[in-house]
């Protein structure tokens, strides 16, 4: 197998950051963008994206763009790419980084919603792989991060259809590794653990609404307290954590084909591994 050029150098390279708002992606445009890359940020929320784009061409002293996208809907994720493609250049690094997580009972939640998930934190994502590949194949090189979570590996109460679209992430993201390995581009995943965003205080306000009046209730606001008070704590990892790692990633001639990082992520994995079942089923009750 031919060893093609790696991305090590990213300057001037094409960087597009979904869920580039906020939180962990807004780190991630700015680490890139030290690294001189040119930023391509999107997100539904344009009047933010437009001062992350500003602190990124502060830091970089190059243009950087932001696009409002909503990566649930085809059409978007596609005139998106045409343009990036056409204004920009062709995509480098694709950092799939847009997600959310909406906790609920399985049988509180709809499938409307359960549906909406899976648009957001796998199908848009796909429709965007598939999309930026053609050029990254041509060019024989091209770096696709996906960021999964631990969640992805182990499973808490109460999230079932947050937790099935990051088990799905994972093995979607091992079948494109191997895919489009012979072509020089590299596949990565993520694997984030708890991070001082505001994804847990939305997922359990979420956990709160769909168990309301239900027999799930009690437990679930119990569930929700928790969640609230661990996402709210001192003992978080720090997005530009994650960013950096994401960068090492990047910068790395063969990358790790999983990085496990972030408060809780290592020690939450090796528990799942090693303990039985049921012992570590009643272990995660009582912590998320």
């Given at each position: ?17 979904t869920g580039a708002s906020g939180g962990l992606g807004e780190q991630i445009a700015y680490q890139v963008a030290k690294k001189g890359a040119i930023v391509v940020?999107?997100?539904?929320r344009k009047e933010k994206l437009d001062v992350v784009v500003e602190n990124c061409q502060n830091l970089s002293k190059r243009l950087a763009y932001a696009y ?17 493609e056409e204004e920009v250049g062709p995509v480098s690094v694709l950092i799939n980084n847009a997600g959310y997580g909406s906790y609920g009972v399985i049988e ?181």
């Amino acid at each position: 197998m031919k060893n093609y050029k790696s991305l090590k150098d990213l300057t001037n390279k094409v960087v597009l950051i979904t869920g580039a708002s906020g939180g962990l992606g807004e780190q991630i445009a700015y680490q890139v963008a030290k690294k001189g890359a040119i930023v391509v940020a999107c997100a539904r929320r344009k009047e933010k994206l437009d001062v992350v784009v500003e602190n990124c061409q502060n830091l970089s002293k190059r243009l950087a763009y932001a696009y409002q996208l909503d990566i649930s809907k085809p059409e978007e994720v596609e005139k998106v790419v045409n343009e990036v493609e056409e204004e920009v250049g062709p995509v480098s690094v694709l950092i799939n980084n847009a997600g959310y997580g909406s906790y609920g009972v399985i049988e509180n939640v709809s499938i409307e919603e359960a549906r909406n998930q899976f648009e957001v934190n796998l199908f848009g994502l796909a429709r965007l792989v598939q999309l930026v590949l053609p050029h990254m194949r041509k060019n024989k090189t091209g770096k696709i991060i996906n960021i999964s979570s631990m969640a992805g590996r182990v499973t808490t109460y109460m999230g079932a259809w947050y937790h099935a679209t990051k088990y799905a992430l994972e093995a979607f993201s091992d079948a494109l590794r191997m895919e489009a390995k012979p072509f020089g581009i590299d596949v990565v995943i993520v694997e984030p653990g708890g991070i001082k965003t505001n994804w847990g205080i939305i997922a359990a306000q979420h956990l709160k609404e769909s168990s309301k009046g239900t027999d799930y209730e009690e437990e679930a606001n119990r569930a929700a307290e928790r969640m609230h008070k661990s996402y709210t704590s001192d003992r978080l990892s720090n997005p530009k954590l994650i960013a950096e790692t994401i960068v090492k990633a990047v910068n790395s001639k063969q990358p790790k084909t999983r990085y496990l990082v972030g408060y809780g992520a290592k020690a939450s994995v090796f528990f799942h591994m090693v303990l039985p079942t049921r012992l570590f089923d009643r272990v995660i009750k009582n912590v998320v």
